[in-house]
Nanobody, 125 residues
Framework: QVQLVESGGGLVQAGGSLRLSCAASGRTSSSYAMGWFRQAPGKEREFVAAIRWSVGSTYYADSVKGRFTISRDNAKNTVYLQMNSLKPEDTAVYYC??????????????????WGQGTQVTVSS
């Protein structure tokens, strides 16, 4: 089992920045990739970014490419999401997720086995 705890959400004005953190504990050595998803009110949970734990390959949704950066600190078992140039449409609950086995992709929520509780990000216009 892997436990995930997100932090760093909050309220920010459009154009501002936030950094989300996701601390993993438990059987973290079994995690193949970690990702960030978000869910706005009335919408489906959508992929934001992912990172392959061992090789560090990164993947982004088109809507955040060039503005968001995902990174990891292996020693701390922590994944970060640096969010710059935030827009009101980025407002959502952001969830951290981890894969417990190999999947061919890192973009689909069905390919993640563990989830955090979520952290709210609100961007005001």
């Amino acid at each position: 089992q892997v436990q995930l705890v997100e932090s760093g959400g909050g309220l920010v004005q459009a154009g501002g920045s936030l950094r989300l953190s996701c601390a993993a504990s438990g059987r973290t050595s079994s995690s193949y990739a970690m990702g960030w998803f978000r869910q706005a009110p009335g919408k489906e949970r959508e992929f934001v970014a992912a990172i392959r734990w061992s090789v560090g390959s990164t993947y982004y949704a088109d809507s955040v490419k060039g503005r968001f950066t995902i990174s990891r600190d292996n020693a701390k078992n922590t994944v970060y999401l640096q969010m710059n140039s935030l827009k009101p449409e980025d407002t959502a609950v952001y969830y951290c997720a981890a894969q417990g086995k190999f999947y061919s992709s890192s973009r689909y929520k069905s390919e993640y086995d563990y989830w955090g509780q979520g952290t709210q990000v609100t961007v005001s216009s």
